[in-house]
């Protein structure tokens, strides 16, 4: 497409669109950078699997979703469960153990879930969530309530039985279902190359699942992708496939940080340097008129000190009371 | 005026009609499993449910036992109540992940805001020559797990009403059906709507000398052994849980208290077992009451073999009960 041409298509609803999504994508990213803070300065119970890097793809697709339908996401589901529309006070509260979290302080960092914004609930088993992504899928089928599952999982879960049992089922029964796969190119601490044969694409085209590959790193192509998918899902024509290239900027949780041994300091570099998915985005409106610098800087004050009053909250938050831990065991 | 005769039902027929009422009550209510619909199950339990509920709700799925269980979760959490069918039990290890991971975990891990209200359905019960993968009775492991209820039917009218309570539980349960009673085991079952409620135990023989606590089709091992009892002038008392979570402590407790004289009975492998678990209940709450020393037996802790030389050594008998009620009653 040509620069006059993109200019000509784009009104103010798309400016504001994009920004959208940039303060998404800088929410993720901010709320990330106090979770690492949180670990370092040992005031986070356990370990947390950061997003960092990763940002346009939850926010690309959550982004074409409406608040009712559904999402699964995985242990490293910050970013899923902040773009589905979570709120960082929760969030941070559920991630310190607090009583006001999401889940009461019960799930964590990798379980948390809101069915208010069609989240159900991050996943700590790899490709464990493949099942009731489809399930739900089922119902929206079945209920009649036109619902889009997205379900959220890394490369690492392609080596994962139930995810191919699943594709089966939602192809067999055309299930409103797009399985989104993140791939950062690491299975915790080892490259796919080492633990998954053959085509990653081709594994979903095997059961007759519309499957497209994009950039993961622009915002932009993941978004256009996910509206096309979700809107023939919606219009009932079947699930889709979404391979989504990516990296993990961080370790596999915030405890990784001596990584030489698996991928070169050099790589981790060029990511950041020349595919960043905020860069890409504020270079792209910039260059394209659409905004310059300091539209960028307020989002981000914004976004900082959004971040940093709700850290302080859930950090000052009480935990939960004794009385807690035999609740809920069954409803 | 009489009473009307009530009719009888085999353990499978009564499982077909809870399964059925619950399935025209409920439009939420739908089945899943492999070769469930046209073939009714290999068992046929479900036979003629395809044609007046259609394929959209007695579903056949592809042999992925995990897949559907997964699918089941999901569905349940998002409005529907599934009910899956795993044909055997010993294909409890495919599907574990998806029920003690997901299904049990989720109402908790979420702070109470999701909930499963879904109903597995799968079958125990050795002595059908069906060799090591096709006849263990793996209900422990279901009931090691907090956030499932593991029910265990023993006579076609417990089987019926607790089977409309688990569909109706907005808790994953986990129904274990012995496959060996489907045809061979019949009873009164009235017409109309019941349930059972989950967590109440039953006693399917009163007794005053030896509390003989059963599940499943162990209880006829222990009505069988009760007959031989009184033979020689000994009153078993026959207890069935008819669920392990939830379980009816005081039920049990209050019996042992009775009798003093207590044999736990199970299908399930003796080694940590069922019967571990209720041996330790009943001689924490009736300790200061107990005349002998609380007993159990379960299957023997070996692969069911095949030979059925071999296979029916490994499960209780009434003749085995028999024996040592009579040495706990102290009668040689």
Redesign the interface.
């Known amino acids: 497409m040509s620069q006059v041409k993109i200019e000509e298509s784009m009104s103010d609803v798309d400016r504001e669109q994009w920004l959208h999504m940039y303060e998404q994508m800088f929410k993720i990213r901010a709320f990330e950078e106090q979770v690492n803070e949180l670990y370092q300065s040992a005031k986070m119970p356990g370990l947390a699997h950061l997003y960092i890097g990763e940002e346009a793809i939850a926010v690309g697709i959550c982004e074409a979703l409406t608040k009712e339908d559904y999402i699964t996401s995985t242990h490293r589901g910050h970013g899923h469960c902040l773009a589905k529309g979570a709120s960082v006070d929760k969030m941070f509260c559920e991630l310190l153990g607090k009583e006001a979290g999401y889940c009461h302080g019960k799930g964590g960092s990798m379980h948390i879930a809101d069915q208010d914004t069609g989240n159900l609930g991050a996943n700590a088993i790899v490709g464990g969530s493949a099942g009731i992504a489809t399930g739900a899928a089922f119902s929206s089928k079945r209920l009649g309530t036109g619902r889009v599952t997205v379900c959220f999982f890394g490369e690492g879960a392609l080596g994962q039985g139930m995810l191919y049992e699943s594709m089966n089922m939602a192809q067999l029964w055309k299930l409103p279902v797009i399985y989104v796969c993140e791939n950062n190119l690491y299975n915790e601490y080892t490259h796919h190359s080492e633990t998954t044969a053959g085509s990653m694409k081709a594994r979903a085209e095997a059961f007759g699942l519309l499957a497209e590959e994009v950039d993961g790193q622009d915002v932009r192509e993941v978004h256009a992708a996910a509206q096309r998918l979700v809107e023939r899902a919606r219009a009932d024509e079947g699930p889709a496939f979404m391979l989504c290239n990516t990296y993990r900027y961080l370790g596999h949780h915030v405890g990784d940080i001596a990584r030489e041994y698996y991928r070169p300091k050099a790589e981790e570099l060029k990511w950041k340097t020349d595919r960043d998915p905020l860069k890409l985005l504020s270079s792209w409106l910039t260059e394209n008129k659409l905004a310059d610098a300091g539209i960028f800087e307020q989002i981000e004050g914004q976004v900082r000190s959004e971040v940093e009053s709700a850290v302080e909250y859930a950090l000052n938050a009480p935990f939960p009371a004794p009385e807690e831990v035999s609740k809920h065991v069954y409803a | 005026m009489s009473m009307p005769e009530m009719r009888e039902l085999t353990f499978g027929d009564a499982i077909r009609e809870a399964l059925a009422e619950e399935l025209r009550r409920d439009p939420?209510v739908?089945m899943l499993g492999e070769d469930i619909a046209e073939a009714g199950t290999t068992f046929k339990v479900l036979t003629g449910l395809v044609e007046e509920f259609g394929t959209?709700r007695v579903l056949d799925?592809?042999i992925?036992e995990?897949?559907?269980?997964?699918?089941?979760?999901?569905?349940?959490?998002?409005?529907?109540r599934?009910i899956v069918d795993i044909m055997f039990g010993d294909f409890s290890g495919l599907i574990m992940?998806?029920v003690a991971?997901?299904a049990a975990k989720?109402?908790?891990?979420?702070?109470?805001?999701?909930?499963?209200?879904m109903v597995l359905r799968t079958t125990m019960g050795a002595g059908r020559r069906s060799a090591a993968q096709h006849s263990q009775s793996l209900h422990a492991w279901y009931s090691h797990i907090?956030?499932l209820?593991v029910v265990v039917p023993s006579t076609p009218y417990d089987a019926k009403g607790l089977m409309k309570s688990a569909i109706r539980d907005?808790?994953p349960v986990v129904i274990l059906e012995d496959k060996m009673m489907y045809k061979t085991v019949k009873g009164p079952v009235p017409e109309g709507e019941y349930t059972v409620p989950l967590g109440v135990a039953d006693v399917k023989r009163a007794g005053t000398d030896i509390t003989l606590v059963a599940t499943s089709s162990m209880v006829y091992v222990a009505l069988d052994a009760a007959k031989l009892l009184d033979e020689i002038g000994i009153s078993a008392e026959v207890l069935d849980p008819r669920t392990l979570v939830p379980l009816d402590k005081q039920t049990l407790i209050e019996s042992v208290k009775k009798t003093s004289r207590v044999i736990i009975i199970d299908e399930g492998y003796e080694q940590y077992g069922i019967t571990a678990e209720l041996a330790s209940v009943i001689a924490d709450g009736a300790f200061y009451y107990l005349d002998a020393p609380v007993k159990r037996m379960g299957a023997m802790n070996v692969p069911i073999p095949f030979s059925p030389a071999l296979e029916d050594l490994t499960i209780p008998n009434a003749n085995g009960v028999f024996k040592m009620a009579k040495m706990l009653c102290g009668k040689s």
């Open positions: 939420t739908f959209e799925t592809p992925s995990p897949g559907i269980t997964g699918l089941a979760v999901g569905a349940a959490m998002t409005g529907m599934p992940d998806q991971n997901q989720i109402h908790y891990m979420s702070g109470g805001k999701l909930k499963v209200p907090p956030g209820k907005d808790n």
